[in-house]
């Protein structure tokens, strides 16, 4: 297994095809939400993400100045419950801390997923709201 986090420019195509498939398989395939997956985020977000055997397995974006955003959290089927997702969510983590020390952290989880945020450090910070249909809350790291 590989990890990786980088910029947009530095993904090569394979990669970034890798990314949006994987990304379009979950939330708006099997999640069934048809939405604008793609977005202009990911053209100023660093991708972070494991591979095996050049297959994207597991995937989040980390973006934003003031506050910064980790989003697009994405498990691979086959590869869930093997702690996989708590990896990656710290992965991401210990990259915010090293270059973006002291910034807020902040995820817009869907509401069923609060247990496993709060695993890694977050904490509900709002109501529940809809974001595409789907129950969400705001979660920020304490």
């Not at 509401?111 to 974001?131: I, M, P």
Request: net charge negative; proline share 3%.
């Amino acid at each position: 297994m590989e990890h990786n986090i980088k910029n947009f420019s530095e993904l090569n195509t394979f990669e970034l095809y890798q990314i949006v498939k994987e990304r379009i398989a979950i939330f708006v395939v099997e999640q069934d939400c048809p939405y604008q997956e793609v977005d202009e985020v990911d053209l100023v977000a660093f991708h972070n993400y494991f591979s095996e055997d050049e297959e994207i397995i597991a995937y989040n974006r980390i973006y934003g100045e003031e506050v910064i955003h980790i989003g697009r959290v994405i498990v691979k089927k086959d590869w869930r419950g093997t702690q996989l997702g708590v990896e990656l969510m710290q992965a991401a983590l210990a990259f915010i801390e090293e270059n973006f020390p002291e910034k807020p952290v902040e995820i817009s989880a869907q509401a069923h997923l609060q247990n496993f945020y709060g695993r890694v450090g977050f904490v509900t910070v709002s109501e529940e709201y809809l974001e595409d249909n789907i129950p969400h809350v705001q979660m920020r790291l304490k």
